[in-house]
């Protein structure tokens, strides 16, 4: 028989202001199975939360219904503090009179009306709630972290030095990422490489820490504490465990003609090659799309010239199955394809460059080793326009479809070139096209302003209409908008740079479909809690390191990646974890073994197995029938509502329960 | 075509392909006909029929027939491989356990049609260089096919067989202009008022025979939720006092995404209600919304609301199949 106890929240005057709470009380105490009802001014107090206890224990109650805010809030609370009496935590239930009543309503007669609708729902399910006990799952402890760029390599260490084995998986042959390729960085000017190889060479030192360079994640299967994911090591033709990084087969290569992305094409490469001096592992790779011999089986010198005979043209793709407690993403970011932008002329000249193309111009590891030059002619330029927020803030209406967001680093960087520039070239004219200058952060308006006052550098409000290479000056026209004067410049210049807006690295979302992470519709992962808890995602053991999350600069980006590895770490602290008792399970006798909750599962959490069943006949038959892995199953409830049969049920939501809440609300 | 299939069957029969045969047989009257499990090759003679009154879908029968040790031979029309081939990709059917031969079919016949044209005493039917040719204890008389075909015949949405192992006879083409929407146009175009009128005059007469469920071959479940008291749907049902339409709106839900427009509910139904046009309202709303789709027409497809599109939709965590595994 069950004794339902109610206990209706004031919330303050959060509830109160537009709910009859005493109405509601009194209400409940006609409502069939309630056998104590009362209202109270903030039921999560300690007060409030042994008035619950309390009651329970007069009153021999067996389930409670606690009307308050959203279950989302305090759901675990009530949970906690009925479970301390021994009552099922499960036989709690909670009817959202705040976010779903009181705050939506102005009228209280109505509010009070509707607040006592819900309390009827919550208790004609309380009514059917029946204890549930949650398994629970060992874990694995291990962490997988997904790119090995700044963000990637932080929260490895941070891992690592915690005593927990780390793996990264980096596409490229080196870790290190886009930081590495960075000239200097702003505020401070401090070298962007002298900075991050010390970070590359510890990563690579760390006993904990194994790095699987030019390797791919293919597959990811399993749940929170029980991953296991499949690594796609990517044949560099070069066997890691002899190459010594000599560079002699570099030197022999006779294939000089390869794009050297590491300097964002501006210059070439061997078709094997060691990314830059400092790479980490500092192994040779051969690219197979420009290599000789594995094209047409002819060369063979850098097999000839490799002392240790760590060259091996028939090297396959391997595959590693490893299992992981708990997966970082740090997918960082790449520019966006700037050639749509016909305005620009990108595709038309080489003087005009991306913002990162130009750090490589900038950089004394660079093509030009530090020399600033046009691409075109060598010269050096004397003047140049920076033109920000290209692809960023653009509108839905847009011709472009390019981002809404901000970059967030541009303003910044772009002071950076502008002061840089000046600092080693100081009768170089430079102008900058903004929409609004950012700069909120440490020393960073200080800086802009800097480049504005002490280095003069020419900030102009308004936009570039057109970009036009002019054969004969050998310079780009340079149209544009000065929007405060309100008046049309033509400027001569030697460079044009584009602050490309950044976006999540294009290996993201094939990536967030393995992990099952839900992701934005501009490709960034998407936090748990916006507020509360950003560097997880909603989906149980996977966490968010870097750009990949949102714009972020360094600082920030090496902030965010040790947040996220507290966070693993906090969870590979733990010998097993507590499941979540509200899965789906099936009624093998109701099952038609159809398939259909199979194909709506987003977790996997569904296989069909063919069970052998005792019939009432006394025949024997065999069924095929559906099963959940309850460790799997994340009680989203999509498999019930598909279910033709009705055999899939959600435990603690049972199919029966809501009908009975609907009922309530509607008979 | 029924001497070609009686000796085909015999044939696959006696070489071992297969150890049953799913088919027709005539019941109390001629145009009373029957699916029929026959085992030798006496039964076929004796008993096998294939003409216009064999209207039946025998898929839904193979559940139990592919359940069982062995093979069976089915015999399926254009419209029969659609149910089947959905019943294959629910699992419901073991295809390794069946021979499909695919039969020309048409359009079959209405007696219904028949009777009212004064046509009685039927005892055997054939079709005739495009004519009904109908056998009566008075004789026989000849009228065109087409108009005494079933009406779910006269808005056939394809004569093509979408699955066979073999075929005896032609195969057709999808129907490009079956007209099998009209009617639902129609009503759509009618005010809420008078739908509900509609269909309070359709639904209330039935008599809850569940002849519509039974030969439904996208109602296969193991426990009808109108037959389990734990679902709560039986007494929901009956709390209104207009209670056939729940049973049926509650029935056209569940095969929405799988009902293949076999057109069997309307066919059996006694008391003559146009049920499949609750069925096609579905059809059409999936072939709006998410683009043309014909349950039964590949196997293994599942339906829109079972599928997963890989660019719609924003959410990572629902863009793929069975999502982590």
Redesign the interface.
Known sequence: MQKIGVFVCWCGTNIASTVDVKAVAEAAKSVPGVVFSTDYQYMCSEAGQNLIKDSVLTYGLTHVVVCSCSPRMHEATFRKAVASIGMNPYMLEVANIREQCSWVHKDKEVGTEKAIALMKAAVAKAMLNTPLTAGSTPVTKRALVIGGGIAGMQTALDIADAGFQVDIVETKPTIGGKMAQLDKTFPTLDCSSCIVTPKMVEVGQHPNITIYAYSEVTE????VGQFTVTIKRKARYVDESKCTGCGACIEKCPMKKVPDEWNMNLNNRKAIYIPFAQAVPKIATIDPAYCLKLNTGKCGVCSKVCGTNAINYEAKDEYLEVGYGAIVAATGYEMIDVSKYDEYAYSNSPDVVTALEYERLMSAAGPTGGHLVRPSDGKEPKTIVFIQCVGSRETEDSCHGGKPYCSKVCCMYTAKHAILTKDHYPDTDIYVFYIDVRTPGKLFDEFYRRAVEQYNVHYIKGAVGKVTPNAETGKLDVQAADLLLMEQLQIEADMVVLAAALEPHRSA?PL??????????NDFFTEAHAKLRPVES??AGIYLSGFCQGPKDIPETVSQAGAAAAKVIGLLSKNELVGNPCVAHSDE????????C???????AIT?EEKEFRMPDRTT?IR?VASVNPA?CQGCGACTV?C????MDLRGFT??EI?AEVDALCL | MQRELINRARELLADGTVDRVLGWQAGQFAYDITPAVFTDAGELEAHFVYNEFCADNLSKYLIKES?KEGKVLAFLKPCDTYSFNQLV????IRREHVYVIGVESYGKADVEKLRARGISGITGVETVSGMLKVHTMYGDESVPLNEVMLDRCLTCKSKKHVVYDELIGEDGDVVADSGRFDMVEKLERMTAKERFSFWQGELSRCIRCNACRNVCPAC??????FD?P???LQNRAARDNFEEKLFHIIRAY??AG?CTDCGECSRVCPEHIPLHLLNRKFIKDFNELYGPFQAGEVSGQ?SP???YTETAD????????????
Not at chain 1, 512 to 521: E, I, K, S, W
């Open positions: 990811v299967k399993g749940f979302r967030a479909t393995m992990l099952t992470a839900p992701m934005d519709t909603a989906t006798w109701m099952c038609n073994g159809c398939s259909q199979e194909n709506v599962c987003p977790y996997g069909y038959k095929r799997v598909t033709p049969s009705g055999a199919n029966q009908m | 359940e990709t629910e699992h419901r296969t479940c193991e426990n009808c939720v389990n734990g679902s709560g569940h095969v799988r599942m609301m079972c599928a924003p959410e990572a965590s629902v863009v793929r199949k069975g999502g982590a595994e």
